[in-house]
């Protein structure tokens, strides 16, 4: 089992351009969860998706960003028109059980700098 | 708000010393606590905690949930370097939406 892998590990783009952030569960987790972690903080919800579902978006911004599970590949974090204040690092989490009242599993996270 | 807190937010020890880090929460509706290791990268998992008062141990680590103080602590005991690393609380509070609020961190450096 490979684990929760992240893709690409470090990302850079200009201010304006997209970032598209990938994530692939652990085999047999049906559950995502996406955190973002600014220097010398703590990791902050995103969002939460199942399967073709969004669960709970209320950790995300209302601009910009968007995140999907679909039925086939891996999840995406899209961040369009990236700004400097978006530079952090990225991290998907997967369980296997609804919710997170048990063992997440974390990515090696993605770092996004915006130059 | 629902909110974690962590504390100290760093430490500095030598290798022997017994450590305890401290994680408050104040959230609606909990439902667990767990404790995480982060190092170079991803958060690795510690425990999981849901009732209070039953302490849960792995070799030199133990934790344990005070739901009556809504904390939990952390104890490190005859730390080494490698316990260097940043630890994270997070507390789930609502199963069926999958959240959960993590603290900002207690980083820990062991030095020799």
């Known amino acids: 089992n490979a684990g929760v892998m992240q893709n690409p590990r470090h990302l850079v783009r200009r201010r304006g351009q997209e970032a598209r952030l990938r994530c692939s569960p652990m085999?047999?987790?049906?559950?995502v969860y996406w955190y973002r972690q600014l220097p010398e903080e703590g990791l902050k919800f995103m969002v939460y998706?199942?399967?073709?579902?969004?669960?709970?978006e209320s950790g995300m911004p209302k601009e910009r960003f968007s995140a999907e599970f679909p039925k086939e590949g891996p999840s995406i974090l899209r961040i369009q028109q990236v700004v400097r204040g978006d530079s952090a690092a990225y991290f998907c989490?997967?369980?296997?059980?609804?919710?997170?009242?048990?063992?997440?599993?974390f990515g090696q996270g993605t770092r996004l700098t915006v130059v | 708000e629902d909110k974690v807190v962590q504390s100290p937010l760093s430490l500095v020890v030598h290798e022997g010393d017994t450590v305890t880090l401290n994680c408050s929460y104040e959230?609606?509706?909990?439902?667990?606590l767990l404790w995480y290791k982060q190092e170079k990268k991803a958060p690795t998992f510690l425990f999981m905690l849901?009732?209070?008062?039953i302490e849960k141990k792995s070799g030199r680590l133990s934790s344990i949930l005070d739901k009556k103080e809504l904390s939990s602590i952390l104890n490190i005991t005859a730390t080494q370097t490698g316990d260097s690393a940043i630890y994270l609380c997070?507390?789930?509070?609502?199963?069926?939406?999958?959240?959960?609020?993590f603290g900002d961190g207690t980083t820990l450096t062991v030095k020799p």
């Open positions: 989490a997967s369980s296997p059980l609804r919710g997170m009242n048990t063992e997440a599993f």
């Open positions: 085999k047999g987790h049906s559950h």
């Open positions: 998706l199942q399967k073709e579902n969004i669960i709970d």
């Open positions: 959230v609606t509706n909990f439902r667990s």
């Open positions: 849901t009732s209070s008062g």
């Open positions: 997070a507390v789930v509070y609502d199963t069926n939406a999958g959240k959960s609020t």
